[in-house]
């Protein structure tokens, strides 16, 4: 059964940083990216990294710079490493995972999600 666990959520002021960690356990995927979403809003993406022989990344506009996604292939984990952190970036986000990924920023491409993780800015 596939599972994503997320971690390295938490609260941490503007212009701070965290890293997120997300473990794939299972199998291994051709993607892995992540989403955020805020109250009332909808689930947004935010980056994600795809394998064909090397990892390449691809980031939403206002996250690039800001935000780097990596991949650990050996354990299957991929991370964001958030930076400048602002707090509108206020959100959980959710780590996805996808062999036959179509539409890289659409959720509804993305089978496979984590549970979810807050990330709180104060200011």
């Known amino acids: 059964q596939v599972q994503l666990v997320e971690s390295g959520g938490g609260l941490v002021q503007a212009g701070g940083s965290l890293r997120l960690s997300c473990a794939a356990s299972?199998?291994?995927?051709?993607?892995m990216g992540w989403f955020r979403q805020a109250p009332g809003e909808e689930r947004n993406f935010v980056a994600a990294?795809?394998?064909?022989?090397?990892?390449?990344?691809s980031y939403a506009d206002s996250f690039e710079g800001r935000f780097t996604i990596s991949r650990d292939n050996a354990k299957n984990t991929v991370y964001l490493q958030m930076n400048s952190l602002k707090p509108e970036d206020a959100a959980v986000y959710y780590c996805?995972?996808?062999?036959?990924?179509?539409?890289?920023?659409?959720?509804?491409?993305?089978?496979?999600w984590g549970q979810g993780t807050q990330v709180t800015v104060s200011s």
């Open positions: 996805a995972a996808e062999t036959f990924l179509y539409a890289l920023g659409s959720p509804g491409s993305w089978r496979y």
């Open positions: 299972a199998r291994t995927f051709n993607a």
């Open positions: 990294i795809t394998w064909r022989g090397g990892n390449t990344t």
